[in-house]
């Protein structure tokens, strides 16, 4: 008699103290069907889950984990910290630090605050444009992510005139009133914003290479438009770069499109795995913020020791000299090969990358805004997936995520995952 996954036990278990058995909700695999891979230990490019199964691991934690799992300086840092104490509530010297090392490599920022998560980090950001600027509207676009605060979670209206329509119960209309939501790279719907509301607009929000509606980057007119119309209208250009952040370049997506945001959000890398995030910009709109200015925030766990040391032992990895280029060629060469792989088996395929962040569509063409990623084929993507799970390859289970490779992968991990992806190519 076969013995039961082990997988399926602790789901069933989760399922009873916890909504949909998961602490986030794309982890439930609801979009893929099948049951979520409990996680038990993690190194390198890998890890194993409850049946002890090995997978090749692409999402590292949602981007966090650039070097790999378990990476010995980070690991002995973390250690180190953990013997001094577990959180204070009161300033460190690695507060600093950390925040030196982050404006060292992003110029747009001259102070930075530390958050515990990208939610946070972000609806803080909101919040410190609408203070300094005294103005309400704010700007995203579609299919762009940016936490879970109730006035970002808002789809688009039925035109440029309405304002956005909450996408998740819970968010009264009124509190989205104020967010207008256009198409992402749609020149003649930005200009049409700015020309209706420009007077208006506090902050106009955005991830410049989008991870959250798979990888979907801004074009350079587009971004270089944002920056012009902001800064004409007197509203803030805000990058949210909590995944794009050290992940697609040492100076993030702002250094790879040479574009300045008058604020900042970031998240993920500057953790290293654990949780903290940061919003960091100009002095003068910084000290907007209490205890300087009228603009409230606060935080118990921010800038925790323990947080702090593994995002500033992460940072110190990441700066070496050659890191970036080692690890974008490796990203490029997965990316590479599985472009061949679709093509020799005929499926319908395109992807891009930037460092160590990927994506790819089962389109003939990079879509380049959340309808057209809409387009993609569902089912054929749910048979890749499991299909690569089967072989001991783990992608994110939805269609709409972005990929992440680690310094740890090897050219022994990219060349299984392409063998993997084309024998299920072969299949669809």
């Known amino acids: 008699m076969a013995h039961p996954d082990p997988n399926d036990i602790l789901f069933e278990r989760a399922r009873a103290v916890i909504p949909g058995g998961v602490n986030s909700p794309v982890r439930a695999f609801k979009a893929v069907g099948g049951t979520p891979r409990f996680i038990k230990r993690a190194q390198g490019a890998y890890f194993w889950d409850a049946a002890d199964r090995r997978y090749i691991d692409y999402i590292g934690s949602w981007g966090p984990m ?98 956005g329509n909450p996408t998740s119960a819970g968010v009264p209309p009124e509190v989205v009133q104020h967010t207008l939501v256009l198409e992402y790279n749609n020149l003649a719907q930005l200009e049409e914003a700015f020309a209706l509301h420009g007077n208006d607009i506090a902050c106009l929000m955005i991830e410049a290479i989008a991870g959250n509606m798979n990888f979907v980057r801004a074009s350079a007119a587009f971004a270089k438009r944002c920056r012009e119309l902001c800064t004409r209208h007197g ?82 990895e990441i700066s070496r000299p050659g890191f970036f280029d080692a690890l974008s060629a490796r990203t490029g060469s997965l990316v590479q090969g599985l472009k061949d792989a679709a093509a020799a088996e005929g499926v319908p395929f395109s992807a891009d990358s930037e460092g160590g962040m990927f994506g790819f569509f089962l389109l003939d063409a990079l879509p380049q805004n959340y309808p057209s990623v809409m387009k993609s084929d569902g089912a054929r993507f749910n048979a890749l997936f499991h299909g690569l799970l089967d072989r001991g390859v783990y992608i994110a289970p939805a269609l709409y995520e972005a990929g992440f490779v680690s310094a740890a992968h090897g050219e022994d991990d990219i060349a299984a995952t392409v063998a993997a992806a084309r024998e299920i190519f072969r299949s669809l």
Do not use: W
């Not at 939610?119 to 410190?128: D, F, G, I, P, Q």
């Not at 444009?129 to 039925?158: N, P």
């Not at 500057?270 to 925030?297: K, S």
């Open 66 to 163: 650039i070097l790999g799992h378990g990476h010995p300086a980070v690991v002995e840092a973390v250690q180190r910290a953990v013997l001094e104490g577990f959180s204070f509530g009161a300033p460190t010297e690695r507060e600093i630090e950390l925040a030196e090392a982050i404006l060292a490599l992003l110029p747009s920022m001259e102070m930075v605050r530390l958050v515990s998560s990208g939610t946070e980090a972000a609806m803080s950001a909101l919040r410190l444009a609408r203070g300094a600027t005294g103005r309400k509207t704010i700007i995203k676009f579609e299919g762009c992510y940016h936490g879970h605060a109730d006035a970002l979670l808002v789809k688009a209206g039925s035109g440029l005139a309405t304002f």
């Open 235 to 316: 509203a803030l250009l805000v990058f949210d770069e909590v995944m794009t952040g050290f992940r697609v370049g040492l100076h993030g997506a702002q250094g790879v499109l040479g574009v300045t945001p008058d604020l900042t959000v970031l998240g993920k890398v500057i953790g290293g795995g654990m949780p903290l995030a940061a919003f960091g910009g100009p002095r003068a709109i910084m000290e907007q913020l209490a205890p300087m200015g009228p603009v409230y925030q606060a935080g118990t766990l921010s800038g925790n020791p323990v947080a702090t040391a593994c995002g500033l032992a992460t940072l110190k």
